[in-house]
């Protein structure tokens, strides 16, 4: 999907957002490819760009805690529109974009996600749910990154080819809990048919 001011990116690294959010009294996780690669211990690919899980509870506390940046709210189906510190945002809304300043290149992306103060639910299906303790797979030099088999519960639902490479580098190394969870949780959320589910479900 394209949005207005797409180009350029210059993502910042996990321990550059770790400085950045060194302060905040909220959660938040490295997600999307970076976290894989922390938990494969390798990078599996390039990366365009950084992404950030928040909780959409949390989402007036974030923006304040950012208000010395320029931030932009990923509108539904396609338009950026700059989000204005005071503004809630709507539950349509899942993603924004934040960079120093208007000159500056988008630095990374926040995803927002449902939950409370104890408990992630995805977006996607309320019943896809884990304690906030155990949505961390660890906290390196001050960064927060997302426990895998919850990254690749979203990387299910349609599956990309950088996607595959990610499930094919951390699958081995996952525990039998996590492969469990995983498994419950793409059947729930996407159906049995789903192409990951079958996959897990041979191995």
Not at 22 to 37: K, S, V, Y
Not at 55 to 84: E, I, K, M, N
Not at 92 to 106: E, G, K, L, Y
Not at 144 to 165: G, H, I, M, N, T
């Amino acid at each position: 999907m394209l949005y207005e001011h797409q180009k350029p990116w210059k993502p910042l690294k996990p321990v550059e957002v770790a400085t950045v959010f060194r302060g905040a009294t909220f959660p938040w996780w490295i997600a999307g490819g970076q976290a894989i690669d922390h938990f494969v211990g390798r990078q599996v690919r390039s990366h365009a760009d950084t992404d950030i899980l928040a909780l959409r509870s949390d989402s007036t506390t974030l923006r304040r805690y950012l208000s010395g940046w320029d931030c932009w709210v990923a509108d539904p189906p396609g338009q950026l529109r700059f989000w204005r510190i005071e503004e809630v945002l709507g539950g349509n809304v899942h993603d924004v974009w934040c960079r120093q300043d208007r000159s500056s290149a988008w630095a990374f992306q926040i995803m927002l996600d449902e939950g409370d103060g104890l408990e992630w639910r995805s977006r996607r299906c309320s019943q896809v749910r884990k304690p906030l303790l155990q949505l961390a797979a660890a906290n390196d030099q001050g960064v927060r990154f997302l426990a895998p088999e919850v990254q690749l519960f979203y990387k299910a639902k349609s599956p990309r080819a950088k996607d595959e490479l990610d499930f094919e580098a951390a699958f081995p190394l996952l525990t039998p809990e996590q492969r469990a969870w995983l498994t419950r949780s793409i059947e729930t959320a996407y159906g049995p048919a789903n192409v990951w589910a079958q996959r897990l479900r041979a191995l």
